[in-house]
């Protein structure tokens, strides 16, 4: 039997109509929406459902959207089984839950708090982010170091061979931007998000997040879940709350991650929740191993 990996995806991958299908096919489905609807004392579902667009983009939605979406979808599906699982930056609630380390009552509340405390903390420390395609790890650090004297600016996402996200203060990443080009970028694109994840301006968002973290029951996995933070499997319920509170300003190592993986003898990924970007990922970090989506009530069918 292949050893098989759950991958849970981040924010950028909702879209209007994400779960209907989910909802109107599985009673199980339909139950956990609801759930969450209670849970959060917002209509969550009828965002998901119906939108608009943007209030489905705003972190504070987008964030318990995708995880609904994606934890509904690992909860009805009934043979696939997984060795280990990893999610990108929000999707790793999305793996936790999985994994049995946080119920899903309570994640679904603590990932709102988590999309509201990274939402004001945007709006308090003004920033922003973008993709550069073509520079190494290195070299894109040096970048980013030359740029800080014009503000705060970092790696945010290892994302895959060439495709790094940095984020930070408006000055230090559009500096930051002019030099990555200089030095051979192939792709410098400044992404339309509400504030500059995974970088030290979300340290109020951090203190607010612990607040949540003390107050949530987390246990120790079933499997091993791969953190962001570390690009390492972790199973112990202390380390797992310590990493999802560095997780905040913290680079998403998801290369590192994925290879890291594929050394424990992983041969399958399972992409599960909305689009396909990490099924991407994935291919541009190795080609050779199995991916596969799970989206759709059509995509959960098959494992029934």
Same mark, same amino acid.
């Given at each position: 039997?292949?050893?098989?990996?759950?991958?849970?995806?981040?924010?950028?991958?909702?879209?209007?109509?994400?779960?209907?299908?989910?909802?109107?096919?599985?009673? !199980?489905?339909?139950?956990?929406?609801?759930?969450?609807?209670?849970?959060?004392? #917002?209509?969550?579902?009828? #965002?998901?459902?119906?939108?608009? %667009?943007?209030?489905?983009?705003?972190?504070?939605?987008?964030?318990?959207?995708?995880?609904?979406? /994606?934890?509904?979808?690992?909860?009805? #599906?009934?043979?696939?089984?997984? =060795?280990?699982?990893?999610?990108?930056?929000?999707?790793?609630?999305?793996?936790?839950?999985?994994?049995?380390?946080?119920?899903?009552?309570?994640?679904?509340?603590?990932?709102?708090?988590?999309?509201?405390?990274?939402?004001?903390?945007?709006?308090?420390?003004?920033?922003?982010?973008?993709?550069?395609?073509?520079?190494?790890?290195?070299?894109?650090?040096?970048?980013?170091?030359?740029?800080?004297?014009?503000?705060?600016?970092?790696?945010?996402?290892?994302?895959?061979?060439?495709?790094?996200?940095?984020?930070? /203060?408006?000055?230090?990443?559009?500096?930051?931007?002019?030099?990555? $080009?200089?030095?051979?970028?192939?792709?410098?694109?400044?992404?339309?998000? /509400?504030?500059?994840?995974?970088?030290?301006?979300?340290?109020?968002? $951090?203190?607010?997040?612990?607040? !949540?973290?003390?107050?949530?029951?987390?246990? =120790?996995?079933?499997?091993?879940?791969?953190?962001?933070?570390?690009?390492?499997?972790?199973?112990?319920?202390? %380390?797992?709350?310590?990493?999802?509170?560095?997780?905040?300003?913290?680079?998403?190592?998801?290369? %590192?991650?994925?290879?890291?993986?594929? $050394?424990?003898?992983? !041969?399958?990924?399972?992409?599960?929740?909305?689009? $396909?970007?990490?099924?991407?990922?994935?291919?541009?970090?190795?080609?050779?191993?199995?991916?596969?989506? #799970?989206?759709?009530?059509? =995509?959960? %069918?098959?494992?029934?």
């Amino acid at each position: 039997m292949s050893k098989k990996a759950f991958l849970f995806p981040g924010q950028g991958s909702q879209y209007v109509g994400m779960a209907q299908d989910l909802y109107d096919n599985s009673v !199980e489905a339909k139950e956990m929406i609801k759930t969450a609807d209670e849970a959060l004392g #917002i209509n969550l579902s009828y #965002i998901l459902f119906s939108g608009p %667009e943007e209030q489905l983009k705003q972190t504070e939605y987008t964030q318990p959207a995708i995880f609904l979406h /994606s934890v509904v979808l690992s909860s009805i #599906i009934r043979t696939l089984n997984a =060795d280990a699982a990893a999610g990108h930056s929000l999707g790793e609630y999305s793996a936790l839950v999985a994994a049995g380390a946080i119920q899903f009552y309570d994640a679904v509340k603590l990932v709102r708090a988590r999309g509201v405390a990274m939402q004001k903390a945007g709006v308090q420390n003004i920033g922003t982010m973008a993709a550069v395609v073509g520079l190494q790890p290195d070299m894109l650090n040096e970048c980013c170091a030359e740029a800080s004297a014009e503000g705060i600016v970092q790696a945010a996402n290892y994302n895959s061979p060439g495709q790094i996200v940095i984020s930070g /203060s408006v000055g230090g990443v559009k500096k930051a931007m002019e030099i990555c $080009k200089a030095k051979g970028a192939k792709l410098v694109k400044e992404l339309v998000v /509400s504030g500059a994840f995974h970088s030290p301006l979300m340290q109020s968002a $951090k203190a607010d997040l612990l607040n !949540e973290l003390n107050n949530t029951n987390i246990y =120790d996995a079933r499997f091993p879940v791969y953190a962001n933070v570390t690009a390492k499997p972790s199973v112990k319920k202390d %380390e797992i709350k310590n990493l999802l509170y560095e997780q905040v300003t913290s680079p998403v190592r998801w290369e %590192e991650t994925i290879q890291n993986m594929i $050394k424990d003898g992983i !041969e399958e990924f399972y992409e599960i929740g909305p689009g $396909k970007v990490l099924q991407g990922l994935v291919k541009r970090i190795n080609s050779d191993v199995k991916i596969f989506g #799970i989206d759709k009530y059509s =995509d959960v %069918e098959k494992y029934l």
